[in-house]
């Protein structure tokens, strides 16, 4: 396991976000992103929580809370021998629960290579 501090993985993540196109960015909406440690070995590196862009209908406006992702430090830095690991794998973790953001399932990631 590499060690990352709470605060560079934070800026990685930040720097994962920055890096998707900015025409999908402004597309992006009610969402939070947020930095959890984890469990180290617990396996799930993101989650991603809410109704996606593509479920979304009329009912959906007003009072709602922001749809969540949340990406997990410790399982990701415990998968990576170095940090290039930890910055490649929070890139690709970071894109796949956006993915979801916008509506696409594992399956598709699967077959577009994010998973």
């Known amino acids: 396991m590499v060690e990352v501090s709470e605060a560079r993985f934070e800026a990685l993540v930040a720097d994962a976000l920055d890096a998707i196109p900015e025409e999908l960015g402004h597309l992006m909406d009610n969402v939070a992103i947020v930095v959890r440690d984890g469990r180290a070995h617990s396996g799930l590196l993101g989650y991603y929580e809410g109704v996606p862009l593509t479920e ?11 749809d ?17 690991e930890v910055v490649e794998q929070v890139q690709i973790t970071v894109v796949h629960e956006v993915a979801h953001h916008f509506g696409i399932d594992d399956e598709r990631l699967t077959e577009l290579g994010w998973a």
Do not use: F, K, Q
Request: charged share 20%; aromatic share 8%; net charge positive.
């Open 56 to 66: 979304r209908g009329a009912g959906y406006d007003g009072m709602v809370l922001p």
């Open 68 to 84: 969540r992702i949340t990406i997990y430090r410790l399982p990701i830095v415990s998968r990576c021998a170095n940090e290039a």
